[in-house]
């Protein structure tokens, strides 16, 4: 497939290169000159069977493109869709944004019969970000057994569309989850993006360098994402604002539970029941998958699987059937 990736940060980049080193024609373009030099550069040392090209515009990325990945912050994806649809692209078009109802809304505006036109849109968004950032982080395997949700719109979204994008991402390794823009967006609230704002809360408090010093497991595994660029977690999280409120509004009940225990008489013996929900939470995490099993695609079948916090590991050939797995 010949693919552009517009935008060459850590998913983009690894986008490229993953797609690349499965054997795709892969062409990348990124606003900022010194990026598309990195990428270049990369690409000259990379092995002959998984180079990509680098092009000063999108213009030149989507030519000839069948499928148009979107890897750039919310805030400039009208503009990238603006560029794009002025060029009359006809193929498809994905992204890896973290919130999904505001692109979906973005990207109505330029479906057929609007003021602009696509032929077709699926919204994705790879569960496989680093606190790490830009195309020197980039990594072909970072989508190894990664959950890749892929959004699917009953009376919006084609399904024909919808499979050929997983089969192209459970080529990568990835595990690709059928999900509404709607239902994703409440589920990373509570799984990325009030994470990220909790760790920030925490980090700022180990401003003192002797609780620096003694930082150990607990400290970096519970703040490793405050190191994400703090525009990137602003994007996300002020995007996903109606989704965060209400999961923000309950971490911080349950915090003030906490913080109410402390005071009791035996707070040892308070903070027992408060620590055994979110520790029965936690241990029965990630759930163990039951067997693969081939599956009819439909609609309402992909999305009573992801909802069932089940996912597709391969598409057939004939797009007839899929390979589904649900948990235990």
């Known amino acids: 497939m010949r693919v552009a990736v517009i935008g ?7 986008v490229l ?10 062409v990348g373009f990124d606003a900022d000159p010194a990026t ?5 550069t990369a690409a000259a040392e990379a092995p002959p069977s998984a180079r990509w090209r680098i092009v000063p515009s999108v213009s030149a990325a989507v030519a000839d493109a069948e499928l148009c990945v979107i890897a750039v912050p919310l805030p400039a994806l009208e503009t990238v869709l603006d560029e794009i649809t002025g060029r009359g692209y006809r193929g498809l078009i994905t992204d890896v944004t973290s919130v999904k109802l505001p692109v979906l809304d973005l990207v109505e505006r330029y479906l057929e019969g609007g003021s602009q036109r696509l032929a077709g849109f699926v919204g994705g968004h790879p569960m ?8 020197t982080a980039a990594d ?8 890749w949700v892929l959004g699917l719109e009953p009376g919006r979204t084609m399904l024909g569309d919808w499979l050929d994008l997983a089969d192209l991402v459970t080529s990568l390794g990835a595990r690709a989850v059928p999900t509404t823009a709607a239902e994703h967006d409440r589920a990373v609230a509570t799984i990325s993006h009030v994470p990220h704002l909790v760790a920030s809360a925490v980090a700022e408090q180990a401003a003192d360098p002797l609780a620096a010093a003694l930082g150990a497991g607990s400290f970096r595994d519970g703040t ?15 995007g996903n604002a109606d989704s965060v409120r209400p999961v923000l509004d309950a971490v911080i009940e349950s915090l003030t539970a906490a913080r109410a225990a402390l005071d009791a008489r035996d707070p040892i013996a308070a903070l027992r029941p408060w620590l055994a929900s979110g520790h029965r939470v936690r241990a029965a995490w990630p759930a163990t998958p039951g067997e693969p099993l081939p599956m009819r695609p439909s609609v309402n079948a992909l999305l009573d699987l992801g909802r069932a916090g089940g996912w597709i590991t391969s598409v057939s050939k004939d797009r ?7 948990p235990e």
């Open 140 to 147: 072909p395997r970072l989508f190894d057994d990664c959950a």
């Open 17 to 26: 290169r993953a797609l690349a080193a499965a054997g795709h024609d892969m």
């Open 128 to 135: 496989a970000g680093r606190e790490t950032s830009g195309f």
């Open 224 to 238: 490793r994402v405050a190191a994400t660029r703090s525009d990137l977690v602003a994007a996300m999280c002020g």
């Open 320 to 326: 007839t059937t899929v390979t589904a797995v649900r």
């Open 8 to 14: 060459m940060g850590l998913i983009g980049g690894s």
């Open 36 to 40: 598309r030099g990195t990428a270049r």
